[in-house]
């Protein structure tokens, strides 16, 4: 997918994600109005065409499509439920294993341990919830190991860092923190001097960095026409700030890490869609196209494209100017030719006292 493409649906949409071989969107309109409310499947390299797949899913209202890529089960939020679902990849198919109450109004994010054996939930009730996910014979048990309460507004973003061992929340209380999994203690609380950025922002996204000496907050204003901020924290310096850029002129409404955490893809308020690459610390390309504010992002195709949904129907295509950064297919096409030259260099060397 070398260029941009754009796809409308006859619904909004609401989420997106790429697992495995599949794109799958989800969205509607409301609980009330469930004719519209649809899961649908795409195999990756034909998500231009008809979809494999298409779901009715009736009231349920389905955001925050999320999936680890080891297994082949997905977590998603319908309202206060948390529903999981299991992938058939010989039809191409979803089927609801499992669904279970997370939050006393709304849940807002979720996220899969590396392993999919634990599932994190947060949402309007402030608290973290860590739950055990099992495969039995009768099917997938989810049960709650623990609860962290410490945000006082609700939960917006979660991530689980790469070793499974931690979790970082994003709140509305203007604050992140990053906790312990097992124990449920607090590791360390983010937080900015005055002097080096205006504190008047919430934070509304965090990322572990796959490198796993890095951690990415997204910060957005709490007061309109204020811009939004993307910062790099040093973990090895006790999580101190090393790096802030700014990100958009509006708040950020949607953001996801690539799985090598080499680019960050971003959607904002006002319909834009934009890469950074996180080793530059810089915004690599960027484009407004959506009518309303994106509601999700995905890299798909090996982080060749950004993907961002709206909720004006469509979902487009933001090609990536370098999926694999600066050390491109180029570069390693000469790294390896240069490679077979020595090695045969090597064996002419050692084979060819033998020939005299």
């Known amino acids: 997918m070398g260029k941009q493409q754009f796809k ?8 997106i994600l790429s697992h495995k071989e599949y794109i799958i969107v989800s969205g509607g309109i409301s609980t009330e109005n469930s004719t519209q409310n649809k899961i649908v499947v795409y195999h990756k390299n034909t998500i231009l065409d008809q979809p494999l797949y298409v779901l009715k ?5 389905i955001q925050n499509l999320s ?3 080891n297994t082949d089960l997905i977590s998603c939020t319908s309202g206060r439920f948390c529903i999981i679902f299991s992938v058939d990849n010989d039809k191409h198919s979803l089927t609801e294993v499992s669904r279970f109450v997370t939050d006393t109004d709304a849940q807002n994010a979720n996220i899969f341990n590396s392993k999919g054996n634990v599932l994190i939930t947060g949402g309007d009730d402030t ?9 039995q014979e009768k099917g997938i048990i989810v049960k709650k190991n623990k609860e ?18 931690l979790v970082c929340s994003a709140s509305s ?56 901020y993307l910062t790099q924290w040093k973990i090895e310096d006790n999580y101190e700030p090393e790096k802030t850029i700014e990100l958009n002129k509006k708040a950020i409404t949607a953001a996801c890490l690539n ?10 308020e006002d319909g834009c869609n934009k890469i950074i690459n996180t080793r530059h610390f810089e915004i690599d390309c960027g484009i ?31 090609a990536n100017v370098r999926p694999e950064g600066s050390f491109s297919k180029i570069s390693k096409m000469w790294v390896a030719a240069m490679f077979i030259i020595y090695f045969l260099m090597f064996i002419y060397e050692k084979l060819s006292p033998l020939w005299k």
């Not at 649906?9 to 989420?15: A, G, N, V």
């Not at 899913?57 to 209202?61: E, I, P, R, S």
């Not at 608290?127 to 495969?135: H, L």
């Open 148 to 165: 962290i309460s410490y945000h006082t507004d609700k939960i917006l973003h979660l991530d689980i860092s790469v070793d499974d061992t």
């Open 288 to 318: 407004q196209i959506h009518n309303t504010a994106v509601e999700s992002v995905n890299f798909i195709n090996d982080s060749r494209a950004l993907a961002s949904v709206s909720r004006d129907n469509s979902f487009y295509f933001l």
């Open 8 to 15: 409308t649906l006859e619904f909004p949409i609401l989420s």
């Open 173 to 228: 209380d203007n604050t992140c923190g990053i906790f312990e999994i097992q124990t449920g203690n607090l590791l360390k609380r983010l937080s900015f001097s005055e002097d080096t950025l205006n504190t008047n922002l919430k934070f509304s996204y965090c990322f572990f960095a796959r490198d796993e000496k890095y951690m990415y907050t997204i910060q957005n204003p709490n007061v309109e026409k204020e811009n939004s």
């Open 127 to 135: 608290n973290i919830k860590v739950w055990d996910v099992t495969e």
């Open 259 to 268: 799985d090598e955490g080499l680019f960050m893809g971003i959607g904002t």
């Open 57 to 61: 899913t009736g009231k349920d209202l």
């Open 67 to 69: 999936s680890n890529g």
